[in-house]
């Protein structure tokens, strides 16, 4: 679903006003420590990407808090027993095989690459839930 593009344009730097007083810098992602998925690469400026994995992340169901401006808490509720009312709005999951259906917590932080201008990396983290679970979401994310 996420899909990395073209940079429209590249990261703000800081400026000086009208004054001459230098402006607080812009925020910048912290740098990628870690396995790098290649697929998880981009050259999108930050506030693009986070814009369309923020709205990625919605269109699956789950519950997204962002903690900063880089990195997004996501939650996936637990399947609810069948005979519920649903409205086909809520979070996606897999077949059995491949999801379990419970609850899982992941953060999905967008992070710089060492050495690369403007080159950034979605990391995808599970904080809470079974891995096979977690893995479904992933790829779901991935694709």
Not at 46 to 63: D, I, Q, Y
């Amino acid at each position: 679903m996420f899909r990395p593009g073209p940079a429209p344009s590249p990261l703000a730097t800081p400026t000086t006003s009208s004054n001459g007083a230098k402006a607080t810098p812009a925020p910048v992602p912290r740098l990628h420590n870690g396995p790098l998925d290649k697929t998880l690469v981009t050259t999108v400026v930050p506030s693009v990407t986070m814009a369309s994995v923020c709205a990625v992340l919605k269109s699956m169901g789950l519950e997204v808090q962002m903690e900063t401006d880089f990195k997004f808490r996501c939650v996936r509720a637990r399947r609810r027993k069948a005979g519920g009312a649903g409205d086909g709005a809520g979070p996606i999951y897999g077949a059995a095989a491949q999801d379990g259906g419970d609850e899982v917590r992941f953060s999905v932080e967008l992070t710089r690459l060492d050495g690369l201008k403007d080159t950034y990396a979605l990391d995808i983290r599970r904080l809470k839930g079974r891995l096979r679970t977690y893995q479904f979401l992933y790829d779901s994310i991935r694709t």
